[in-house]
Every structure is written in C-alpha cells, then in structure tokens.
C-alpha cells in the first residue's frame, strides 16, 4: 500500500495559507503562520497533492515513502 | 437576521484617508452590519485575524458571492467566470493548471529579464524632456510588458487591452453594460489569439494552457479564455498602480528614500512596507457564509454576504507596531495585501520581483524623483476597483 510522506521547509513557506485553505486538516500553521503536516505520512489524497502543486513558494515536499521518490504533482 | 443596530452606511476611503477613521467605523464592534453605497448590506470585518479568517475559512466562499443573483456589478462580473470567483475543488483545478508558472523559482529566474525591462523604460523617460508621466512612461509598460511576454501576447496590442481593463475592473459606478460590452470585445480578442497559437504554438502560457486543453481536456475552451483574460487583467493595472502609489508615499517621506539610496539591500523590505501601508485596493471582494459562521464576537447567518476590510487588518495595532508610520525598515512580511487562502494572489511572487526592480532602477538612476504637480492635483480614474492614478507627473536631478 503506498503512503507518502509530506515536509514543509519552513525557511520557504511564506504563510500564504493556500495548504490550509485546500487540504483543511491536513496542515496547520504555527505561530508564525508557517505551515508543517498535521501528519507527516499519509495514504495517498489527492487534496494534499493538490495542496503541493499550488503553494507559491513550491515549500511542500510530496515523496512516496518506500521510494523516496517524488510524488507526481500533475501539473 | 441580526437583532439591535441598524447598519452602518459605509463608503470605500479613498487612498489618503486615514485608516484610524476606518478602524472605528464600526464603534467598538470589529465585525459589523454595513450599508454599502450600492444599497446592498453586508457585513464588514476589521482586524488582522478576523480578516484572516474570512480569507482563509472555505465556510466563506467567493462562488456564491458571485452567483447570479447575488453578483453585484462591477469587476465582480468579471470575477464570475474566472478563478477569483471559483471555490475548490473547481478552483483547485484550474489554479493548478498556471500555479507552477509563478512560483517564486519562475518569478526568481524572470528577475533579470525584469531588470532588463526596467532599464530599458527609464532609459526612454531619461531621454524625454520634464516632467514625465511616469504612468505611460514606466508603471503601466513594465507590468504589461512582463505579462504579455509570459502570456506570448503580442506588445503591440497593449494599448488595446488598457481600455478594456480599465472597464472590466470598474467598480459598482460603473454602467453593467458598458463591463459586459468590453468583457465581450475581451473575450473576442482572446479567442481570436487562442485560434492563432494553436496553429501556432510558442513556448508561452497560453500556448501551455492550449495543450492542457486539447491533450488532457483539463479546462473547457470558456475556461482557457477566461483564465488568459484573468492572467492578463491581474497583471497589470494592479502592478501598475502599486508602484504609483508606493513613489507617493515615497515622495511623502524623503528620509525613508534617503535610506533605500544608501544602502538598496533593503529594498525588498521597503516594497513589503509599501504593500502593508499603501492601499491599493477599494472595496474587497465579498464573500458569503456557507452556514452560520462565528466571528469577531457576532454570528453570522447563512447566506450573508461579508467583506473583510484589508486596510484595518494591514494597520492593525496588535500585530504591526505603531501602525500608522511608513517605515521601510520595518521587519514584517505578514501583511495580507496579497490575500491568503487559496485566493493568495497567484501574481505575488512575480508582482514583488517587479517591485523591487522598479523601486531598485527608479531609486538608483532618477535622484531627486518628485511630483511636477501638487499632489492635490492628481487624479485617479473613476470608478476602478482599484486606486488607479491616471497620469504621475515627475521631475528628476537638482530642483
């Protein structure tokens, strides 16, 4: 069964809330309005790959967690 | 409906009006019943996290506010078809198809380009005799330039498309007809374009949007137009009017200018400051609850329509210290000019890249840059949606 982990770089997240605003429960913002993975691997959901390919500052990483390889963002 | 006050009748500020008048419009009451000058009533909302919420919480959706019936005129007409007027998962799907051309990596690698750009037109103003209008000469150019050329849309045809921008993003003065009759001529020459680069295609956007289209069928023919027209329109007169407002709160603030010629490392703070504390635009989009939403201390019934007011959240006391002073070396990104929620302007990286090559040319090459007229003589267009300045009259070198 594939899963994926997800990370968000926090240097690049500019708190745009576009994550949160897409996949709601899925990421959350801290105090400083950057953004983390309310869980860091999930099964695939295709709210949070859509979530990776609309962040403006491309600060969320989508990789298959038995390859490592990254996850297609369909765009 | 809400029991007690009756509403507030509320008229947009226009850019020079103080914002502490807007800050207490409501009395003490952050989120409160207004009449808005186009009879509708609406809520409006103040403060930072309030405002926040409202653009962030998808129980506030951008599509009913624009549904027929509820759509006001003005650029909300526009708004109707285009991704400004969509919620997911419809928004979603087309935001996705044009996301990655303006991440801040594309916007980074356009940076010289911009630069190039930038050089170019004060390079023609500096060879003109003073004053110069700086909106044709430099504000409007440089904006339209950088899109047309990610679009592949031929420069020729700008002063075409200013007219109908000008119309489209009109606001509830403007005659529905006089929008509907320019957002058809609009669509007719996207079409047209469209017709052109699909025999032809060429490594732009639009080409880009095309093949989404024809080989994957991810957006209809409607939606590819609307999304070129929406790239277009959201590229331009806001870039534009950002960098004339910004040289007026400049000129009002030598010191600050004094500061960004000495050392320009601090340019890009300066520009974040200059979204924060100028105001570009009037009356924000509305919104309209999906269900009973608490907020601000009120509850806000199903179906009512809500419009944060930016201005109250960008000077807001509790999270921007001293909020009414331009300071350009104030350390603080987190100002909502661009939205936040899946609406955070998709120009944004793109927009600050062109700011700072603006501010960084017109700062270094034109010293001593100042109006040519008093300030109480310039006018901004009628019925925008947006402060639009209609000319920028400078002077440059030794006074």
């Known amino acids: ?75 | 409906m809400t029991i007690g006050s009756s509403p507030v009748k509320f008229t947009p500020a226009l850019p020079g009006e103080p914002v502490r008048e807007i800050r207490t419009i409501g009395g003490d009451r952050p989120v409160f019943r207004a009449e808005l000058p186009d009879g509708r009533i609406v809520w409006l909302v103040s403060g930072y996290e309030n405002v926040r919420q409202v653009i962030i919480d998808q129980r506030f959706s951008r599509a009913m506010a624009v549904a027929p019936g509820q759509a006001q005129p003005g650029f909300e007409m526009f708004a109707a078809g285009s991704i400004n007027g969509m919620d997911p998962p419809e928004h979603t799907r087309l935001r996705k198809l044009v996301a990655s051309a303006f991440t801040a990596r594309r916007a980074e690698a356009l940076r010289p380009r911009v630069a190039s750009i930038v050089n170019g037109l004060i390079d023609a103003v500096l060879d003109r005799p003073q004053p110069v209008d700086l909106v044709a000469g430099f504000s409007l150019p440089l904006p339209a330039q950088v899109i047309c050329e990610m679009l592949g849309v031929p420069a020729a045809d700008t002063g075409q498309f200013h007219a109908w921008s000008d119309i489209v993003i009109g606001d509830w003065q403007r005659d529905s007809d006089e929008i509907m009759t320019a957002l058809a001529e609009l669509y007719g020459y996207f079409g047209r374009l469209i017709e052109v680069k699909r025999a032809q295609p060429a490594d732009d956007l639009i080409s880009a949007l095309i093949a989404a289209r024809d080989d994957t069928d991810r957006l209809s023919e409607q939606e590819l137009t609307v999304m070129s027209c929406t790239l277009l329109i959201g590229g331009h007169e806001t870039t534009a009017n950002q960098i004339n407002l910004s040289l007026l709160l400049l000129f009002d603030h030598p010191g600050q200018v004094a500061k960004l010629r000495t050392d320009p490392g601090l340019i890009p703070g300066a520009v974040e400051e200059m979204l924060r504390y100028g105001r570009l635009g009037g009356l924000a989009p509305a919104r309209v609850a999906t269900e009973d939403v608490a907020l601000g201390g009120v509850t806000i019934p199903a179906g009512e329509q809500v419009i944060p007011l930016f201005a109250t959240a960008n000077r807001d006391p509790s999270v921007f210290a001293d909020p009414d002073r331009f300071d350009v070396t104030r350390a603080a990104a987190s100002h909502l000019s661009f939205g936040a929620g899946v609406h955070h302007c998709l120009g944004a990286q793109l927009a600050r890249v062109e700011l700072q090559e603006a501010f960084r040319g017109l700062i270094g090459r034109l010293p001593g840059l100042r109006l040519a007229v008093p300030a109480s003589e310039l006018e901004f267009k009628p019925g925008m949606a947006i402060h639009s300045l209609r000319e920028l009259p400078v002077l440059w070198g030794e006074p």
């Open chain 1, 1 to 75: 069964m594939t899963r994926w982990k997800i990370s968000v770089d926090k240097n690049v997240c500019i708190g745009s809330a576009m994550c949160v605003a897409i996949a709601p429960g899925r990421f959350v913002l801290d105090e400083r309005e950057r953004s983390s993975p309310v869980e860091a691997e999930i099964g695939p959901d295709e709210v949070v790959r859509d979530a990776a390919a609309s962040c403006p500052t491309e600060a969320i990483s989508l990789v298959d967690a038995d390859t490592g390889q990254p996850v297609d963002l369909g765009q």
